[in-house]
């Protein structure tokens, strides 16, 4: 009995379908963290740990997909320049995603220092893209009494996000024995 080359075993396939269902469920997880930054004042911008949590999860082209998605859906909430944050979270997921795979082991504290310093990052830009470019007044009162506490209470979102992401990380991430179902594991 002949194979084809391009034929997939039972197994092969199992793992593309799990890698499909991880991926649609974290981008559905992804758009749950987004709903609580619609409420308006300050508040935590959950889409940040949320992007970093999947994105040390999956493959840097994904991440990328998820920091467009967590850029765009923080653009809305916080009333930001379309795109900007998108710009950032797309250097952050990947980077993060790089990261994860070539260095870093996928711990909670790993996570959470990459979140706090993206989360700082974004602060910080926002800051000086908003406050020190245009010299408006009152920037301190900005730093403060906005940006610094949505700093802490994303912080404080990061250890829901990463204790509530973990079930679907492990749930639906198949440890494999042979080589080539660990190559297309690590494709899918």
């Known amino acids: 009995m002949k194979i084809k080359s391009g034929s ?8 593309r379908r799990m890698n499909f269902w ?27 740990p949320a992007a970093i949590c999947i994105s040390m999860n999956d493959e840097e082209y994904f991440s990328m997909l998820v920091g467009v998605l967590a850029g765009w859906l923080t653009d809305f909430a916080c009333g930001s320049i379309f795109c900007a944050n998108a710009l950032f979270l797309v250097v952050c997921c990947t980077f ?31 800051f000086l893209l908003t406050q020190v470019l245009f010299r408006t007044e009152g920037r ?20 829901l996000v990463y204790l509530l992401y ?9 440890r494999v024995k042979s080589i080539d179902a660990a190559a297309i594991h690590r494709e899918g």
């Open 166 to 174: 973990l079930p679907i990380a492990k749930f639906l991430t198949k």
């Open 8 to 15: 997939q075993t039972g197994t092969e396939k199992k793992i």
């Open 140 to 159: 301190d009162i900005v730093w403060s009494q906005v940006l610094l506490p949505s700093c802490l209470l994303t912080l404080l979102a990061a250890v």
């Open 22 to 48: 991880r991926r649609v469920l974290s981008i559905l997880f992804l758009l749950i963290c987004a709903i609580p930054m619609f409420g308006g004042g300050v508040q935590a911008i959950w889409v940040i």
């Open 96 to 126: 993060t995603s790089l990261l994860f795979r070539t260095l870093l082991r996928r711990t909670f504290l790993n996570f959470f220092a990459i979140t706090m310093v993206c989360t700082f990052l974004r602060a910080g830009l926002s």
